[in-house]
């Protein structure tokens, strides 16, 4: 059963929304001196449970990682709900530190490892996953598939504080000995003392350092993430005050809000995509036993993008990431002009146990992370049967052999991909097949 203000009794399982670099790790220490480390799951991340079903993961007590709100939506419905907000460019400034020393390579920290800080900026400008209102944009429920911020930001504004005020604790960063004692006075966890500081990472000095053009486009970009910070503290401190007050009703909410009712933004009617997925397939190669698997999309751009990027990805019947890359992760060549029919294959060598795979593919342009032009979950599947089936169902790989991409003309419809495929793809010592 969800908590509810008119039971008496601390909830008895958690779900932690951690945004990066707000003192997330900490709060962990914390939740681990109250709850066995088998209650606790691994640190998930969107990608590895986005379409994964909830119930995988309802044994654990406390269901914790970087997801969105969306996803949570899927778990939260009877969890005590967390999470912490830190000053927006602060938190900024923090993460471009992190990433220009984390062993990870990703895009995101070459850039980072690549440009200064103000460069860094004004590469990411457009992103709303890292400099574009990112709280705003990830409390207001954008899904995936969102090309552009709508022309109404009252409205996304709105959704985002919505959303925030659900959750049943908000955190700051900067007040955060207050925020953990306001947290195991509700539950009625054990406050450690002293009280961990975890995973720090040196950027404070950092602030003063920042040009005034670089700041003043900062607080810009920043606008509706400043407001939903700074009623994030309002609901912080007015919960706060109800704590040490009465018992009577939820404190810190202007009106009632169901906790955990977490609403997605709606997608315009209009989107504006600049580019689109026309079709996706997976087709294996010929011969029986062949393992190789041509995983293809057909799509066209209305505009050029600056470093258009395709991704694809592979998933089981259990939603669990099997494999995916992209043109941009691999350097690869996407091909394309405005306005005409274009396609590109990736050729995969598969190692999978019997069953049924799923492909998602995406596009969208690098430095506008957290934006995609096109996004469709599961636009095709593809079935493992023996003799293609890998020799032990532990056995789960995927290798990209090759990448082919061209553009269609004056009627081709793609007779030279499909020619240089059906090459590429012939299993060694196999005949040509005959026209």
């Not at 109250?34 to 969107?46: D, F, K, R, V, Y």
């Amino acid at each position: 059963m969800a908590w509810s203000v008119d039971c008496d009794m601390p909830p008895s399982h958690y779900i932690f929304n951690h945004i990066p670099k707000t003192a997330g790790i900490t709060l962990l220490t914390i939740c681990r001196s109250n709850l066995a480390a088998a209650e606790i799951s691994p640190h998930l991340t969107e990608h590895e449970i986005r379409l994964t079903p909830a119930a995988q993961f309802e044994h654990y007590t406390l269901v914790a990682g970087h997801f969105s709100i969306l996803t949570q939506a899927g778990f939260c419905r009877s969890r005590y709900s967390m999470t912490l907000l830190r000053d927006p460019i602060r938190r900024i400034v923090s993460a471009h530190t992190y990433w220009r020393l984390a062993a990870e390579h990703n895009p995101v920290t070459a850039k980072a490892k690549e440009l200064s800080f103000a460069d860094f900026v004004r590469y990411f400008i457009d992103s709303p996953a890292i400099i574009q209102n990112p709280y705003t944009y990830h409390f207001a429920g954008i899904g995936r598939d969102f090309p552009r911020y709508p022309a109404d930001a009252s409205s996304l504004l709105a959704a985002a504080k919505d959303n925030l005020s659900a959750f049943d604790f908000i955190g700051i960063c900067e007040e955060f000995e207050r925020s953990a004692r306001l947290l195991c006075g509700e539950l009625g966890w054990r406050l450690p003392t002293p009280i961990p500081h975890e995973n720090r990472t040196p950027s404070d000095g950092k602030l003063g350092g920042i040009d005034p053009q670089t700041m003043e486009m900062l607080r810009d970009c920043n606008r509706l993430d400043l407001e939903l910070y700074a009623y994030g503290v309002k609901l912080f401190h007015a919960r706060e005050a109800g704590s040490l007050g009465s018992a009577g009703a939820r404190p810190g909410r202007a009106k009632p809000v169901e906790a955990n009712r977490l609403v997605p933004f709606p997608i315009p009617y209009v989107p504006g995509r600049r580019a689109i997925i026309r079709d996706v397939s997976a087709r294996w190669a010929p011969g029986e036993g062949s393992r190789m698997l041509e995983l293809a999309v057909g799509f066209r751009a209305n505009e050029r993008i600056d470093g258009l990027d395709l991704g694809v990805q592979v998933n089981d019947m259990a939603g669990k990431v099997v494999w995916g890359t992209s043109t941009s992760h691999e350097n690869l060549e996407l091909n394309y002009e405005i306005d005409c029919d274009c396609r590109a294959g990736f050729f995969v060598q598969c190692e999978l146990p019997c069953g049924i795979y799923f492909v998602t593919a995406a596009l969208c342009e690098p430095r506008r992370l957290g934006f995609h032009d096109h996004w469709i979950d599961r636009a095709a599947a593809f079935e493992v049967t023996p003799p293609r089936a890998a020799a032990s169902p532990y056995v789960r790989g995927m290798m990209r052999q090759d990448f082919r991409s061209t553009v269609e003309r004056d009627g081709q419809r793609g007779e030279e991909f499909a020619d240089a495929r059906e090459d590429d793809l012939r299993p060694a010592g196999s005949p040509a097949i005959p026209a």
